[in-house]
């Protein structure tokens, strides 16, 4: 099996910085793209950041300027810098990872992490 396991979330005020990370293990062959996605109550999960595994990135507009992503491939592990968060930051915030498992054909699966909770406020 996979399993991803996020860390990293907690309570910050405006204008402070955390920094999550995202580690994926089990039987893996190697890991294509990962991201990070946060979700409110009552709305759909939205995207944050994604990064290749030749470690090209994309943005929500929203995170664009203070958010920076990146990864280890040697660690299978994705990382989600947020500086000058705001109370608007605040949700529960998921890992993505699609994963290349052993077996005939490079089979391709997509994961989710468990979530971390991340507030903004003061």
């Known amino acids: 099996q996979v399993q991803l396991v996020e860390s990293g979330g907690g309570l910050v005020q405006p204008g402070g910085s955390l920094m999550l990370s995202c580690a994926a293990s089990?039987?893996?062959?190697?890991?294509?793209?990962m991201g990070w996605y946060r979700q409110t109550a009552g709305k759909e999960r939205e995207l944050v950041a994604t990064i290749t595994n030749d470690h090209s990135t994309n943005y929500a507009d929203s995170v664009k300027g203070r958010f920076t992503i990146s990864r280890d491939n040697a660690k299978n592990t994705v990382y989600l810098q947020m500086n000058r968060l705001k109370p608007e930051d605040t949700a529960v915030y998921y890992c993505?990872?699609?994963?290349?498992?052993?077996?005939?054909?490079?089979?391709?699966?997509?994961?989710w992490g468990q979530g971390t909770q991340v507030t903004v406020s003061s």
């Open positions: 993505k990872a699609l994963v290349v498992k052993p077996g005939p054909g490079s089979p391709m699966y997509q994961y």
């Open positions: 089990g039987s893996i062959v190697s890991v294509n793209s």
